[in-house]
């Protein structure tokens, strides 16, 4: 964990919030830690990560094509 993805956490948290949504301060690790390395985020649980602006892909997910 770095001071950055400590940032991105803090940003996220505090815009979910406002919308009322709530998401887990490890997923919200995750994702900043996704981000910040511009990484895919390989995981069936895209849902809570949307609206991160991490590309997603969802393994178990249905192909598209």
Do not use: Y
Request: with cysteine; net charge positive; glycine share 10%.
């Amino acid at each position: 964990m770095t001071r950055l993805s400590q940032k991105q956490c803090a940003i996220w948290r505090g815009r979910f919030r406002q919308q009322g949504i709530i998401r887990s301060q490890a997923d919200l690790l995750i994702g900043a830690t996704a981000l910040l390395h511009d990484l895919v985020l390989v995981t069936r649980n895209t849902r809570d990560f949307e609206g991160c602006g991490i590309q997603l892909f969802d393994p178990f997910g249905e192909p598209k094509g």
